[in-house]
């Protein structure tokens, strides 16, 4: 079955713009998370949606948003990029929620300049 | 912000040997998984262990997790150079997953 697929894989953006990014989840599975990868940081929690709703979200300032569609396809959006944003940015996606194992995306890599 | 804490931070072995990772945590758990990486690529579930449970093995990987501790272990037998990557630890408690900071583990040929 084919995995999860996140576009684009690599963006170059500048501070000020806003981004957005796609995940397209395994067929069937309904829960989608986003993490956001750092070297200082490491994995931190952006979001997550089931059935189109936000069930939960993490510790991140208003500029970053999601949403999912009736597909189960998110996206997440970030405006007024800062240089701090660059990261690899990770969805993840499983049949119910985390309980049941998450499948990860290869990530997008945003580099804010 | 994180939830489990890795030890060691990196491990460097032969091919052959056994590998013995670490991860503490701090609040209640529903489940521990742990998680592998290669070069900043997508996370690759490897396991997850229930809190109700003390040990499960899949294939070269044993876990342990001690709730009365807050700790879990992940041992890989008889490494091979591909098992070079980094080692996550993530706790669930009640849907809501955190990551630790990561082994970096290092298999030699």
């Known amino acids: 079955k084919a995995g999860v697929t996140q576009t684009p894989r690599y963006l170059i953006k500048t501070r000020g713009q806003q981004v957005t990014l796609s995940c397209s989840p395994i067929?069937?599975?309904?829960?989608v998370s986003w993490y956001q990868q750092t070297p200082g940081q490491g994995l931190q929690f952006l979001f997550e949606?089931?059935?189109?709703?936000?069930?939960n979200k993490g510790n991140f300032p208003g500029r970053f948003s999601g949403r999912q569609f009736s597909n189960s396809r998110s996206e997440m959006n970030v405006s007024t990029l800062e240089l701090g944003d660059s990261a690899l940015y990770l969805c993840?996606?499983?049949?119910?929620?985390?309980?049941?194992?998450?499948?990860f995306g290869s990530g997008t890599r945003l580099t804010v300049v | 912000s994180q939830q489990g804490e890795e030890d060691p931070q990196a491990l460097s072995i032969q091919e052959g040997e056994n590998a013995t990772m670490n991860c503490s945590y701090k609040?209640?758990?529903?489940?521990l998984q742990w998680y592998r990486q290669n070069s900043g690529r997508g996370l690759v579930h490897l396991i997850l262990?229930?809190?109700?449970?003390r040990e499960k093995h899949s294939g070269r990987l044993r876990v342990t997790l001690d709730t009365s501790k807050k700790s879990s272990s992940l041992l890989i037998t008889a490494s091979r150079a591909a098992d070079t990557a980094s080692y996550f630890c993530?706790?669930?408690?009640?849907?809501?997953?955190?990551f630790g900071a990561g082994t970096r583990l290092t298999v030699k040929p």
């Open positions: 993840a996606s499983s049949f119910s929620g985390a309980w049941d194992g998450y499948t």
């Open positions: 067929s069937g599975h309904r829960s």
């Open positions: 949606y089931f059935s189109e709703t936000q069930r």
């Open positions: 609040t209640s758990i529903n489940n």
């Open positions: 262990i229930r809190s109700n449970e």
């Open positions: 993530a706790t669930d408690n009640n849907n809501d997953m955190r």
